[in-house]
């Protein structure tokens, strides 16, 4: 998951990762098997997957150590498979809409056109509230996030790393070409930071041989939003794993108090470690982008916590709310180590 997506569930160090190699090594062709394991970039912490039928020779009759599997992981189409009883289709993101979900599947925006219909999907979620039914399913996953608009940052080559079948290696099969297999692992890091340490938005490598560079910053940056979007998909998969669908999402087409539907709110602009408002007829539920916390709540909280999560403090809240019983609900989230308004950090950052 960490590989396709390129967001560090395990929250490592780029520095303890260099120490032992690459997290994950896709492999799509066994030809450049033996000088990836020759090279830096495996270490004792790295799972390799390399295609089926591969032959190296180690020198001393070993076997290399490397995840065998069936299919392709990069390709759209295309089917990856491990073992007998593990199968992941990858798809392109302009055809997911029209296909049927029958198990676990990778979407991947593969050019341009996936690019223009991955954002027009996100504002028609801004707009009136109706994501893309797809990316709502548990067992469905966006690729390359970093590059997408999502708050949290690609780790880069100490994460992941795909060597495609002509030899190059980037961090994802629609990458901007870091370097050739066999090269350390310093190497394609520096390439790495060089890349985007010139880029406007990050992450300009995962996608930069399938989206144009000025083409991804510019929907990007006249989206801001983006990183809010990506957890509210995530908040919809997490409770559609649990047999809930259909939920609204506070900020996205409405609020739960229709009061509160025009005021812009910080917590909206930008993607954040503020938790999410959702509810159904039924219930209503906070969740927490950064833990992936899903937490029920009756629906008479729910309008005291989005008049926190949107209004920001309690002296605002107050004009939609009762104040103490806005204390009592803001106190009862901090106990959780759950903030309901953005903190100064994260304003910072939105305003750079």
């Not at 996608?207 to 910053?217: D, K």
């Not at 259909?246 to 996205?252: E, H, I, Q, R």
């Not at 938790?275 to 009756?298: F, G, H, K, S």
Request: with cysteine; hydrophobic share 45%.
């Amino acid at each position: 998951m960490a590989w396709a997506t390129g967001r560090d569930s395990q929250q490592e160090t780029a520095g303890a990762e260099l120490q032992n190699g690459c997290r994950t090594v896709v492999l799509e062709s066994s030809e450049h098997l033996a000088p990836v394991l020759a090279s830096d970039v495996v270490g004792a912490d790295t799972l390799v997957f390399a295609p089926e039928f591969f032959q190296v020779d180690t020198g001393d009759g070993s076997s290399p150590d490397a995840a065998v599997y069936g299919g392709s992981a990069g390709e759209p189409g295309a089917e990856f498979s491990l073992g007998t009883d593990f199968y992941l289709q990858v798809q392109s993101y302009g055809i997911s809409g029209y296909m049927s979900v029958i198990g676990p599947t990778l979407v991947r925006v593969a050019d341009t056109a996936d690019f223009e219909a991955y954002i027009a999907d996100a504002d028609r979620a801004r707009q009136d509230g109706t994501f893309p039914e797809f990316l709502a399913s548990p067992v469905v996953q966006l690729a390359d996030l970093p590059a997408l608009g999502a708050a949290h940052a690609d780790s880069g080559p100490a994460l992941r790393l795909y060597v495609a079948a002509t030899g190059t290696v980037s961090t994802s099969p629609g990458g901007r070409t870091l370097g050739v297999a066999g090269e350390s692992l310093a190497v394609l890091e520096a390439e790495w930071n060089r890349v985007n340490g010139e880029a406007v938005r990050p992450c300009a490598v995962s996608l930069g041989a399938a989206v144009p560079e000025e083409f991804r910053t510019t929907g990007l940056a006249e989206r801001p939003w983006l990183g809010r979007y990506l957890a509210a998909l995530d908040a919809l998969r997490n409770l559609a794993s649990r047999a809930t669908t259909g939920a609204s999402v506070s900020g996205f087409g409405g609020r739960f108090l229709p009061a509160l539907a025009k005021i812009s709110s910080p917590a909206d602009a930008m993607g954040t470690e503020v938790p999410l408002l959702l509810w159904t007829d039924e219930a209503a539920y906070v969740y927490v982008p950064n833990t992936n916390r899903m937490m029920q709540l009756r629906r008479e909280a729910a309008g005291l916590v989005e008049a926190l999560l949107v209004c920001g403090s309690v002296e605002a809240a107050a004009a939609h709310a009762d104040r103490e019983k806005l204390l009592q609900m803001e106190r009862a989230f901090a106990d959780m180590s759950v903030p309901l308004r953005v903190q100064p950090r994260e304003r910072s950052r939105a305003g750079r």
